[in-house]
């Protein structure tokens, strides 16, 4: 187990979820430890689905849909966020790579059976149309990376990770966020591992020189024409067909909720 995965079984992360105010379907780590790169400074991304009772969904006064935190407990730097289980169905029945990404994340807190079931499903959640929301997310980050000065090393790691999980996703059906992972197996990337050493050394090395940027605008342009191409042929559908499956776990879910972590 390397340092960036045993981040999930750190007991502080285990308390944050034992304090939610809501039943758990899961709770995983999201952002850099995910992807790959974290730094030293790194804060904990914990994402997750919670369950509203009943009386907060039908009756007058709802409940969190939403529920967002930002602390430090124990020395850990933590930001929480979960949805209500519609709302991240909701979610995953558009083209939206973020919350796929934290069902099959593979750096779990808390899990439950309604858990496993959902990760079952979500090969009927993809679409060709997801390459969107990574085409999108790398142009904005893109744009961040070229305006500032000095230009650094994190948004332009983030511009290849989703380009690299957008195009594995649209070429082979399966969600993969990690890029270091994507590179070694998949990509061979020469300068990803140089990236990756730089960030994860810290502030002082996580700038780039002037003279980089003409050799990674080629590679911008190059992989976004390459998941342009991906998308264009992929096998996944236009459309999930595995609504009517979600709508019965919602159901069951909201019915017999998990218990309290």
Do not use: C
């Amino acid at each position: 187990m390397t340092d960036h995965t045993r981040i999930a079984s750190d007991p502080r992360l285990g308390d944050e979820v034992a304090a939610h105010a809501y039943p758990l379907v899961f709770a995983t780590v999201s952002g850099a430890h995910l992807y790959g790169f974290p730094s030293p400074d790194s804060d904990v991304d914990l994402r997750g689905v919670h369950v509203l009772p009943l009386a907060e969904v039908v009756g007058l006064e709802p409940g969190l849909e939403t529920v967002e935190s930002a602390h430090v407990r124990g020395g850990l730097e933590m930001d929480l966020v979960t949805h209500d289980v519609r709302k991240f169905f909701e979610l995953l029945l558009r083209r939206n790579g973020y919350v796929l990404e934290q069902v099959t994340s593979p750096l779990v807190v808390h899990t439950t059976d309604y858990h496993a079931e959902l990760v079952g499903l979500v090969p009927g959640l993809l679409t060709r149309h997801h390459a969107h929301h990574y085409l999108g997310f790398a142009a904005n980050q893109w744009r961040l990376f070229e305006k500032e000065r000095p230009r650094r090393v994190k948004p332009l790691l983030y511009v290849y990770r989703v380009l690299l999980t957008g195009i594995h996703l649209m070429r082979s059906g399966q969600v993969e966020a990690n890029l270091v992972r994507l590179n070694a197996d998949v990509f061979h990337l020469e300068r990803i591992g140089e990236l990756v050493a730089r960030k994860q050394a810290g502030p002082e090395r996580a700038t780039l020189e002037d003279a980089d940027l003409e050799v990674h605008t080629r590679e911008y342009e190059r992989l976004v024409a390459e998941l342009e191409h991906a998308r264009d042929t992929s096998s996944l559908p236009e459309a999930p067909t595995a609504r009517p499956a979600l709508h019965d776990l919602l159901v069951r879910i909201r019915l017999h909720p998990p218990a309290h972590a």
